[in-house]
DNA sequence: CGAAGGCTTGACGGTATTCAAGCATAGTGG
DNA sequence: CCACTATGCTTGAATACCGTCAAGCCTTCG
């Protein structure tokens, strides 16, 4: 098997996994498995590659990509539980172990590690740092999905987008040396609504808000300028070192 | 599926854990460690256990009771994230793995068994099972979230509020052998409310529109019945047997 | 150049919040 | 035993927020 890009997840060949990880300070690992085996995959943007409620198993490590968990009702509308970005290690089954909580969907071009999970267990044990890296993107979703909670029940759609916004500033931060202030979300109007609990229409008109008050900029579908951090934040009412060390996993360690 | 007998997770000493859990097929180990402390400690109904954005690495195992997991906003108003029930295994630090992400109060008389990360960590290793059942346990949050995440951005109160009754129903059959349609939840309108993302006062009228269409009554603050499921489960807009698999770790197993 | 997809804006209506008042129940102390 | 209080439930009225529908516009691409 080919390694991948940027080097991040490595499977030599059949034998061998080279285990590299760019969160938590930079997990390394070298394993000699004749039985473990990862599907380096491939997707389009825009496919589909797990769907809520079939069976699936399988341990997702997204190497390349952003990645929508999404669960729908029967009338069609579809709610992003989050979004998975490189670096990130999805267990997409519940409690059963086998059947699948949501979709996955590639809105990007996307690449992935696939793991069967008696294999990943495998991993698990013999690298004894994997579980910690597991339990740290576990700990980093969880208080995503909290403040996002705390907002859908309790919050306006202004305080939504605007947490949305600067929780993407922050965890694209943590996947690279971007700047935090400029960024592209691979999103449409409809699909951040479908994110963040609002209509195409009312994102719409709240992002035309924002950029009336010079608070963002945004053009060329979802090129994002953040001018006003102070404001945004405000709007959100999150405290934004607060949200850093919660969800970025290796913050400065 | 074992009925838990009352002893759950028993410290003898200061030099052995004696770990029975009810779940996942009843997990039971003893383990010798002069090292490892737990402190079971017990709440009032009504204390604060833990507060959002305070410093706490512990570990929470539930011996008995009902927690609520919360957020809250400047203006006040708090969003329950959770519950936690006899059997669950609480790990409130974000990613940072020390500032705690949700408040913890004590909706009942509460029995828990505390331990430090450290300790913990070496449970995890000696305990074979216990990764496994963490990891059940994380999946049914994690399902239960979800489910509740796609209600609150695309459903509405009367589909919150039958979710969140039949959630109860299997979450309470999960933990005990009570019938699926008779239980008592330790909460008051406003804090059901706090929980599906409604007002109490709108809780109040939708409780009532689903009692004068006989299908479930509640009396006495929360002894509630339910009298038609596939009416809730309509409502609510959830296949009950798929539920049950995916929030209840080792369901028929 | 036309078609397709997405963005913008206005109008309207439904759902849910807030405020407020009255009622029910349980617990307390004289 | 009976006020008296505290707490929570119920109901109505007014209002805010947001979704839906619909039409027009803009950009991209074949």
Chains 1, 2 share one sequence.
Request: hydrophobic share 40%; proline share 4%.
């Amino acid at each position: 098997m080919s390694p991948s890009n940027g080097l991040v997840l490595k499977v030599a060949d059949r034998n061998a996994v080279n285990f590299y990880w760019p969160l938590m300070g930079g997990l390394k690992s070298e394993l000699f498995h004749s039985e473990i085996v990862s599907k380096l995959r491939h997707y389009y943007s825009g496919s589909e590659i797990d769907y809520e409620g079939h069976d699936n198993s399988g341990i997702f490590c997204v190497l390349e990509g952003w990645l929508a968990l999404s669960k729908s009702l029967e009338n069609g509308h579809t709610q992003i539980i989050d979004f998975a970005l490189p670096g990130d290690i999805l267990l997409p089954a519940g409690a059963d172990e086998l059947t699948s909580v949501y979709s996955i969907t590639a809105h990007t071009d996307v690449h992935l590690a696939i793991f069967r999970s008696a294999d990943w267990e495998k991993l698990i044990r013999d690298i004894p740092d994997l579980s910690k890296l597991v339990a740290g993107l576990g700990a980093s979703y969880h208080a995503r999905i909290s403040e996002r909670f705390l907002r859908m029940g309790k919050g306006n759609a202004p305080m939504r987008i605007a947490y949305a916004l600067l929780e993407f500033s922050v965890r694209l931060q943590s996947q690279k040396m971007i700047p935090a202030n400029s960024f592209h979300i691979p999103l449409r109007q409809k699909q951040l609504g479908d994110f963040v609990g609002a209509s195409s229409v009312h994102v719409c008109r709240t992002l035309g808000d924002f950029m009336r008050h010079s608070i963002v900029s945004i053009n060329n579908h979802m090129d994002v300028q953040i001018h006003d951090f102070p404001a945004l934040a405000n709007i959100a009412k999150i405290n934004l070192p607060q949200l850093t060390v919660s969800i970025w996993p290796g913050w400065r360690q």
